[in-house]
Nanobody, 125 residues
Framework: QVELVESGGGLVQAGGSLRLSCVPS????????MGWFRQAPGKERESVAA????????YYTDSVKGRFTISRGTAKNTVYLQMNSLKSEDTAIYYC??????????????????WGQGTQVTVSS
């Protein structure tokens, strides 16, 4: 059974930082693009950042550019999201997602086959 397990969420004051981690089990994703999505209460899920299989190509939604950094672990199987200068509008449940054997970056959620359960990020102003 394939699972993506997120960790690192929590409550932080505006201007603070958090680092999210996504650890897969049951399958390796070193050949696959992975991404982070988020969903705030009453809003649709949106793509936050994505990274290709090698880590050399990334995507960021405009609202997080310059503040968030997506990266892959040494074995390319784990993905991280470093979030700095957090704002109240970043409050959401953050989900890790992975494509299946496709290494190209995508910001479209239907391109992702595997999803984690989500981790809550709350930024207080």
């Amino acid at each position: 059974q394939v699972e993506l397990v997120e960790s690192g969420g929590g409550l932080v004051q505006a201007g603070g930082s958090l680092r999210l981690s996504c650890v897969p089990s049951g399958r390796t994703f070193s050949d696959s693009a992975m991404g982070w999505f988020r969903q705030a209460p009453g809003k649709e899920r949106e793509s936050v950042a994505a990274i290709n299989w090698s880590g050399r190509s990334t995507y960021y939604t405009d609202s997080v550019k310059g503040r968030f950094t997506i990266s892959r672990g040494t074995a390319k199987n784990t993905v991280y999201l470093q979030m700095n200068s957090l704002k109240s509008e970043d409050t959401a449940i953050y989900y890790c997602a992975a494509r299946r054997g496709i290494g190209v970056v995508s910001s479209v959620d239907r391109d992702y086959v595997y999803w984690g359960q989500g981790t809550q990020v709350t930024v207080s102003s």
